[in-house]
């Protein structure tokens, strides 16, 4: 004998049951191990489950006692779950372990996941308390704070915060992980974030898809001095205050309001700045195609003058349809300034002169409008006992006849 070892001596039998363990899966197991099993038995007392140890693990008692009767209906002999090790006692040979446990952990792996990918996802609010909207994430509870709600008052049109949030409860959202911390139990949400990464996506896709004459649909965003931002869904285009109306329009909110749905004409795309242009004007009958037949050279029109300009006033005679009075057709004698004249919201009378319908363009005046004669003095006008002096002149001739007849 060369003074090695027996092929079955005891230490080879040991060296193949710990390579037959691992080749079965049968390690000894340790707490916080995360193992999935067959559910053996579901008893009325307990649940046995098969997690591929030498022995099979009981769910946790108090655990089981807790499940409301639709969980417990819920599990089936044969389903296959994930399980938390919970603790594995020497002395009887008892492996706890949770099903609640083991849910969490794969929550917590999937927002860590979420918060590593920046990926959206979509949550269901369910509560609220004066810091934000709660909402269930998994078996975990998910906290949207009130900063990281989109315009939380405009939108739900509400005067107090507590009042907002309790007015979302119920409502789906769109939101983004921010924040994972499983030792306080901290899982922060964000609308805001999703809502810029949302556009973002969106921004690129619209920019490449809209074209020069297309009609979208769109919402009032904002409205500022010079005009209108539309949002296209995750993209703003500008409606320039010229683009808001064929009349006169002095300031957007005239016309429009924040919130409010309107239909545009895509006029111009500029991908490298990332703008586009939009009319809502455009999209409506133009006044001016049928201007010149209704304003002929010659005749009379009604309008109001609508503003004042150093060189003239301007006189809207129908919405979307201006006439230029100019300085030198305001007045006889000379007017250096039109509100010597005419002053803005007065209506008048004028002449028109000239019709541009292509440039938009039509002139008018005030200075030719024919004046009517100015009536004679009639004697129903005239004081008890006042004649004419027609009549004074008619009684003299007959005085003088009268007396060279006598």
């Known amino acids: 004998m060369n003074g090695s070892q027996p092929e079955n001596s005891p230490k080879d039998f040991e060296s193949m049951w710990e390579l037959l363990e691992q080749s ?67 002395r009887t040979g008892i492996l706890t372990v949770s099903l609640k446990l083991a849910q969490e952990h ?78 306080r139990r901290r899982l922060i949400l964000s609308e805001r974030a999703a809502q810029r ?67 545009v004409l895509v006029l111009n795309v500029d991908r490298e700045r990332q703008r586009v242009g939009l009319s809502i004007k455009r999209i409506q009958p133009d006044p001016w195609a049928q201007a010149a037949e209704k304003y002929r050279p010659g005749e009379l029109v009604t309008g109001v003058v609508t503003r004042l ?15 230029l009075i100019h300085l030198s057709e305001l007045a006889e004698g000379n007017v250096t300034d039109p509100s010597q004249v005419v002053h803005e919201g007065e209506q008048v009378t004028a002449l028109v002169l000239a019709v541009d319908p292509g440039e938009h363009r039509l002139s008018l005046s005030l200075r030719q409008v024919p004046r009517p004669p100015e009536a004679s003095e009639r004697p129903e006008d005239l004081s008890e006992g006042e004649i004419s002096s027609g009549e004074m002149e008619e009684v003299e001739e007959r005085q003088s006849g009268d007396g060279l007849q006598g």
Not at 132 to 160: H, I, M, N, W, Y
Request: proline letters at 4%; hydrophobic letters at 40%.
């Open 309 to 323: 300009a150093q060189f003239g006033a301007f006189v809207e005679l129908e919405p979307g349809v201006e006439g």
């Open 106 to 183: 794969k929550d917590w792996v999937r927002a860590e996941e979420l918060l590593e990918s920046g990926e959206i996802v979509t949550v269901t609010i369910t509560g609220f308390n004066k810091g934000g909207l709660l909402c269930p994430f998994g078996s975990l509870q998910g906290f949207v704070p009130a900063s990281q709600v989109v315009d939380l008052l405009r939108r739900t049109r509400e005067r107090t915060q507590m009042e907002a949030l309790a007015k979302l409860v119920g409502e789906e959202m769109a939101v983004k992980v921010i924040e994972v911390n499983r030792r």
């Open 197 to 263: 990464e949302w556009r973002a996506q969106q921004r690129e896709r619209l920019l490449e898809e809209l074209e020069v004459g297309e009609i979208r649909t769109g919402v009032v965003s904002n409205l500022c001095d010079f005009g209108a931002f539309v949002d296209l869904g995750g993209l703003d285009g500008l409606v320039h205050l010229s683009e808001l109306s064929w009349g006169h329009v002095s300031h957007p909110s005239d016309v429009l309001e924040v919130g409010q749905q309107v239909q």
């Open 24 to 90: 079965l899966g049968y390690l000894n197991p340790s707490r916080g191990d995360i193992r999935e099993g067959v559910i053996l038995k579901v008893r009325p007392d307990e649940v046995v489950i098969d997690i591929g140890a030498k022995q099979d693990a009981i769910l946790s008692p108090r655990e089981w006692q807790k499940m409301t009767p639709e969980e417990k209906a819920a599990l089936h002999e044969g389903d296959r779950v994930l399980v938390y090790v919970l603790r594995f006692d020497d």
